[in-house]
């Protein structure tokens, strides 16, 4: 066992989170993403909310600082009337962690095509629409 490590945190994806480096992007998946289609590595996650990953992951996980896009969420289409209310708590969890961080959105099958080309794809249980994050690692400084 670790000291410190969240409990959310598997051996797989803190290997994952190990092994990626600068410049490397992790996707947190909500439970309509096509994960495995999308995958180049994948961690299961079902039953966790996104919420709760990205904080377990923000934790250990620094940003690259030297990217606006960092911190990507997945564009609503237009006329979709779906909740995002979720955004709001994400940015509350990114700012807990990286204050100067923002938040930025790309189109839906730009992401779709971004999301391919990430080292993993995390695969939670989040039931709310438009709640994929694209996270892009930066340095330990």
């Known amino acids: 066992m670790l000291k410190n490590v969240p409990k959310l945190l598997s ?16 996707v947190i ?4 993403f096509p994960a495995a289609a999308n995958a180049k590595r994948l961690v299961r996650a079902d039953g966790i909310g996104a919420c709760a990953m990205l904080d377990a992951i923000l934790q250990v996980f620094p940003l ?5 896009n960092n911190f990507v969420l ?10 995002v209310s979720i955004w709001q708590e994400y940015e509350a969890i990114l ?3 990286e204050p100067q961080a923002k938040v930025s959105f790309e189109e839906r099958f730009a992401y779709y095509e971004r999301a391919k080309k ?11 629409q438009y709640a994929n994050i694209i996270l892009k690692k930066g340095c330990v400084l």
Do not use: R
């Open 11 to 26: 051996p797989e994806l803190l290997k994952i989170l190990c092994a990626m480096g600068h410049g490397d992007e992790i």
């Open 29 to 32: 998946g909500d439970g309509n």
């Open 64 to 68: 690259d600082q030297y990217d606006d």
């Open 74 to 83: 997945m564009q609503k289409c237009e006329g979709d009337a779906a909740d």
């Open 95 to 97: 700012k807990n962690y």
């Open 118 to 128: 990430a080292f993993a794809v995390v695969a939670t249980g989040e039931e709310k």
